[in-house]
């Protein structure tokens, strides 16, 4: 049973060009998470989807980004016109929305903006 | 969700036990206490979940008191590999999803 498995792992943009992340969550699970963590920082959460829904995205900056989960394939953060301050790794996390509060994390992408 | 407060670093050596703990004054009575532990460059990865008393799994221990204002993770004779930050979060799953708020954690160094 594969876990959360998110591409690239590594990902290098100049700046003004756009950023796609890619999440699969673990097979069974309906609820995706986004983090962002800075080095030495913890994980700051940025939006909570479920299939073709955007249920929280108190964490998202209002400009730039956006996320998708759609009813197939994998969930996708897009980060348009990226800035050097969007480097950062970018955690995906699901869960099965059962009301089990474990979520699994990928091993996220280092996103680098040159 | 509740705030939670643990220390920034610890260090430790081999074979010793570690105990960290973490305080959530504000928790509610719907919260629940989980502890992840983070490697450079990976994910969180779940370690222990608990509501209230000890929890007990093949990684570690959590000891929750009866107010449950506190919480103690316990990894038994640690190695070099327990080397890692440690996240406590509370939260409740409210609305069916568990929007789980990391703070800066603990990092523990484990020497030889």
């Known amino acids: 049973n594969a876990g959360v498995m998110q591409n690239p792992r590594h990902l290098v943009r100049r700046r003004g060009q756009e950023a796609r992340l890619r999440c699969s969550p673990m097979k069974g699970h309906s609820h995706v998470y986004w983090y962002r963590q800075l080095p030495e920082e913890g994980l700051k959460f940025m939006v909570y989807?479920?299939?073709?829904?955007?249920?929280?995205e108190s964490g998202m900056p209002k400009e730039r980004f956006s996320a998708e989960f759609p009813k197939e394939g994998p969930s996708i953060l897009r980060i348009q016109q990226v800035v050097r301050g969007d480097s950062a790794a970018y955690f995906c996390?699901?869960?099965?929305?059962?009301?089990?509060?474990?979520?699994?994390f990928g091993s996220g992408t280092q996103l680098s903006v040159l | 969700l509740a705030k939670t407060t643990q220390p920034i670093s610890m260090d430790s050596y081999e074979g010793q036990e570690v105990n960290i703990t973490c305080s959530h004054n504000n928790i509610a009575t719907n919260d629940y206490i989980t502890w992840y532990q983070q490697f450079p460059s990976q994910g969180p990865r779940f370690i222990i979940q608990?509501?209230?008393t000890k929890v007990t799994n093949e990684v570690a221990s959590l000891f929750i008191p009866a107010d449950r204002k506190s919480s103690t993770l316990s990894l038994p004779r640690v190695s070099l590999s327990d080397t890692a930050v440690y996240y406590c979060l509370v939260g409740d799953g409210a609305g069916g999803y568990n929007k789980l708020i990391f703070g800066a954690g603990t990092r523990l160094a484990v020497h030889p």
């Open positions: 996390a699901s869960s099965p929305g059962t009301g089990d509060e474990k979520l699994f």
């Open positions: 989807l479920q299939k073709e829904n955007i249920i929280d």
């Open positions: 608990g509501y209230k």
